[in-house]
């Protein structure tokens, strides 16, 4: 199996999913082969294939958008471990129910492991980062190079204190882990935001935006 990440404690593998090239991840605990699954999109098999010789003993949706739960059934099939997701964007996967909520500031056991749940809201009501140490799930709240997309003014302004007032609190060399692409740092965040904060900017401003657009 590819590996993104190891050291002594966890090992994480990246499987890239659906046409959307959605990033799932496994992040598995070396001391008890335990594993939690983030991200439910479609391609479920190819992430099942990858976490196939661990014990799946959790998985956390980071968000309700359907491009990040268009797999539900099959992981549910292919799995008897519970699944989480954010009470806010709960209504997003009926008629499924998520086994449990991911609330701000709980933690998901994974063996010896603890990641510690932050809630990120802006892209969605629910939206949900996951915390190991200095490694962040990010899901579609932090991109490199700016935030997820948002609907409204309102929206951007919410996942811009999300970002700055929760994320920016940690280390710099926190790797940053996201629904889609490729990896970023908590300090190559900052130093794009720091450019976007010293402009204008319009408004109504929302979509797409970029730190350095």
């Not at 939690?36 to 479920?44: E, G, K, N, S």
């Not at 098999?45 to 980071?62: M, N, R, Y």
Request: net charge negative; proline share 7%; glycine share 10%.
């Amino acid at each position: 199996m590819p590996v993104h990440f190891e050291d002594a404690t966890v090992r994480i593998h990246k499987t890239v999913a659906s046409p959307y090239n959605n990033n799932a991840y496994i992040v598995v605990c070396k001391a008890t082969n335990k594993s939690l699954i983030v991200d439910t999109p479609r391609d479920a098999a190819a992430v099942l294939a990858e976490a196939k010789d661990t014990e799946v003993v959790s998985v956390a949706i980071t968000h309700g958008h359907g491009d990040h739960i268009e797999g539900y059934a099959d992981f549910r099939a292919g799995l008897t471990a519970p699944f989480g997701l954010h009470k806010d964007d709960a209504g997003r996967l009926l008629p499924n129910v998520p086994e449990f909520s991911l609330e701000d500031g709980a933690s998901i056991e994974v063996g010896e492991l603890s990641l510690k749940l932050m809630h990120t809201p802006g892209h969605t009501p629910g939206g949900v980062c996951l915390l190991l140490g200095k490694h962040l799930f990010s899901g579609d709240t932090l991109f490199p190079g700016g935030p997820g997309k948002t609907q409204t003014p309102e929206a951007l302004k919410q996942v811009i204190a999300s970002i700055t007032s929760t994320l920016f609190t940690l280390p710099d060399d926190t790797h940053v882990y996201p629904g889609h692409g490729t990896d970023t740092t908590i300090g190559e965040a900052k130093a794009e935001h720091a450019i976007f904060a010293s402009r204008e900017h319009p408004a109504d401003l929302c979509g797409d935006v970029l730190w350095q657009g």
